[in-house]
């Protein structure tokens, strides 16, 4: 704290911090002979106005997805998707790509996330798996996929409308080693593509623009229209879980 005292540029958050909502936690490894393994933890107003849900948050963004997952199948026009969208569905996400000097060209300002090789059917990436990466491995790689897909708006609305959390936001990305979209390498979300099990594929307006309506891109290259489902109205959390038979992907 003594060293941000001494850097003008933390001056106006410093002297009024109840109103910038500013809150400082270190822990440090404090070892010696006498102490092998002491930890000491230093906090300024650490409990005064927030809370950090670490990977917990990871439990409502897989919820979401399963419900807006629902919601595409139920808002598809004529039920054009029918049961054949579902967890094991594969999925490939389209993102924008930071600009930088060298990659003007357009074939260079998409980056395609399609694959992911801990899945043991075929490397897809799908829901499913999405989701069993977050709770058996907790991959943050996964949950920022499961964000997307959901997107963060509507994941907003979740939270605020059924677990009353009136106040809570996502900033960013949870830090991943290499799996998933990578912080300052893209730069939003353009779309996600599913292929169904007949080849067709679908392309999903996924993210906080999600459900206006599907592209299909078969032998009708066009926006298909159809009747957008409640957000999570017929969503009662904690009463509600995924019957599957067997492994997601098999």
Not at 14 to 39: I, V, Y
Not at 173 to 183: A, I, K, M, N, T
């Amino acid at each position: 704290l003594n060293r941000l005292k001494d850097d003008a540029a933390f001056d106006d958050v410093l002297s009024n911090p109840k109103a910038f909502r500013f809150q400082c936690s270190l822990k440090t490894c404090n070892e010696d002979e006498h102490n092998p393994r002491g930890m000491m933890r230093y906090v300024y107003r650490s409990d005064e106005e927030y809370f950090y849900p670490a990977s917990t948050i990871k439990v409502c963004v897989a919820v979401a997805a399963l419900h807006v997952l629902r919601r595409v199948v139920s808002s598809s026009p004529g039920g054009l998707l029918g049961q054949s969208f579902g967890i094991t569905t594969p999925l490939i996400f389209h993102y924008r790509r930071r600009m930088e000097e060298g990659n003007s060209r357009e074939k260079d300002m998409v980056c395609t996330i399609g694959t992911d090789s801990t899945n043991k059917s075929q490397c897809r990436i799908t829901l499913g798996h999405l989701i069993r990466n977050v709770f058996l491995v907790s991959s943050n790689g996964a949950f920022n996929l499961l964000l997307d897909f959901v997107g963060r708006k509507t994941l907003q609305k979740f939270l605020s409308s059924k677990l009353g959390f009136r106040h809570f936001r996502i900033e960013h990305y949870l830090q991943d080693s290499g799996f998933g979209p990578q912080p300052g390498v893209v730069d939003g979300l353009l779309g996600v593509e599913a292929t169904m099990a007949t080849g067709l594929v679908v392309g999903l307006r996924c993210g906080d623009a999600f459900c206006d309506g599907i592209d299909c891109r078969g032998n009708a290259s066009s926006q298909l229209e159809g009747v957008v489902a409640p957000l999570f109205e017929d969503c009662l959390v904690g009463t509600r879980h995924v019957s599957t038979a067997g492994d997601w992907d098999r």
